[in-house]
């Protein structure tokens, strides 16, 4: 198909999507006039129910816990897809990079990134451990706690070799961090099944309201989101910097 | 004033489906995928305020003071994660292929190939 051939049916596809859209749009209630119900009865019993004082957290992991198993498990077969896709094919081997030309030297890190980098690394793993274990009180949770834990590795990578990175990152341990963390949020959820309740029913004790030990499950919840999701990107990003650096073909 | 916010996500929205329909790089496609799905993100957040409203969160607020829906809040979570993998899943989709068929253009890739 030529490109104007495939414009020009794009042009009519997008034309009448567009004046769906559109009409759509015109019937829902106007900006800032908020037209559903669930947001007022979940900011209302929220916190009388589960302690918790962050109302997003206790609908992500209490409320929707359910779908937010079916989430987790996107992201668990997604990490695993990447890691199968970029396997070392039956044409290829794995060796350091070695630069062709003996003449031509590549440029190493500049000394204002190693130190900016090894300055952050610290502050990237407690904020990181911060955002998850207060997701239930304030803003944040696994899932962003985890994509911060992620930073620290890739700023080892920044500031050091390869080859550093690769040993400080177990891939055994980061295998097992992911399962464990998946694993953990069904078995939070089993817990439940086990005591004669529902499938991830928050009955644990819920404590104060507003402290880090509160909301029953749900810090439980997301520490164990926090340990899939930082692991989880961790190994996309190894599976892809293996490819770029040591996987060749013949 | 109304609908204005709610044309952001459209025009997100057909944007990004303009750069996949004329994309000539795998990856500029991928990206393109990104921003119609940030589509999503906007509309959603945009169903769920209330003028005037804060952040579903009582911490530092008193309970009971206005607050926008957290429920669509709480989709768009889920959504920003899903969007995040599935985009690494199709980077190394085309990984594979540009080491087969040596190219990043849609168009140069035949049926059955690569």
Redesign the interface.
């Known amino acids: 198909m030529s490109?104007r051939t495939?414009?020009a049916l794009?042009g009519v596809g997008?034309a009448a999507?567009?004046a769906l859209?559109?009409w759509g749009?015109?019937g829902?209630p106007?900006?800032?006039?908020?037209g559903?119900s669930?947001?007022y009865v979940?900011?209302?019993v929220?916190?009388?129910e589960r302690h918790a004082?962050?109302?997003?957290a206790?609908?992500?992991f209490d409320y929707?816990g359910f779908?937010?198993v079916g989430?987790e498990f996107?992201?668990f077969v997604?990490?695993m897809?990447?890691s199968l896709?970029?396997r070392i094919?039956r044409d290829e081997r794995e060796r350091p990079p070695r630069d062709r030309a003996a003449e031509r030297t590549l440029a190493g890190t500049s000394d204002a990134v190693r130190v900016a980098g090894v300055g952050l690394i610290g502050p990237a793993v407690l904020i990181g451990l911060y955002i998850v274990a207060h997701g239930h009180?304030?803003?944040g949770?696994g899932?962003q706690g985890g994509a911060i834990l992620a930073a620290a590795p890739m700023l080892i990578y920044l500031v050091g070799r390869y080859l550093t990175f690769r040993r400080l990152n177990p891939i055994h341990a980061l295998d097992v961090g992911e399962g464990a963390g998946a694993g953990g949020f069904v078995v939070v959820g089993l817990i439940g099944l086990v005591a004669g309740i529902a499938f991830l029913d928050n009955i644990w004790p819920k404590g104060q309201p507003?402290s880090v030990f509160s909301a029953g499950t749900l810090p439980v919840l997301n520490v164990s989101v926090g340990l899939e999701?930082g692991a989880?990107l961790v190994l996309?990003l190894f599976?892809?910097l293996e490819?770029t650096l040591m996987v060749r073909?013949r | 004033?109304?609908?204005?916010?709610?044309?952001l996500a459209?025009w997100l929205?057909?944007v990004g489906?303009?750069g996949i329909?004329?994309s000539r790089n795998f990856v500029h496609l991928i990206m393109c995928l990104s921003v119609v799905q940030s589509s999503t993100y906007v509309l959603l957040l945009?169903?769920?305020?209330?003028?005037?409203?804060t952040?579903?969160?009582?911490?530092d607020v008193p309970?009971?003071t206005r607050?926008?829906?957290?429920?669509?809040?709480?989709l768009t979570?889920?959504d920003?994660?899903?969007g995040v993998?599935?985009t690494?899943?199709l980077?190394?989709?085309v990984?594979?292929s540009h080491?087969r068929s040596g190219t990043l253009n849609p168009?140069e890739l035949r049926p059955l190939e690569g």
């Open positions: 490109v495939r414009l794009f997008a999507a567009l859209v559109v749009l015109s829902i106007g900006f800032g006039h908020y559903g669930y947001g979940l900011n209302r929220a916190l009388p004082t962050n109302v997003v206790s609908v992500v929707r779908d937010t989430e996107i992201l997604s990490v897809a990447v896709l970029l094919q009180t304030t803003p949770g899932f507003g999701v989880g996309i599976e892809f490819q073909g | 004033m109304r609908t204005l916010p709610f044309l459209a929205l057909f489906l303009y329909a004329t945009e169903v769920g305020y209330r003028a005037g409203g952040a579903p969160i009582f911490k309970p009971g607050a926008v829906d957290p429920v669509v809040q709480a979570l889920t920003v994660v899903v993998t599935v690494a899943l980077l190394a989709l990984l594979q080491k168009d």
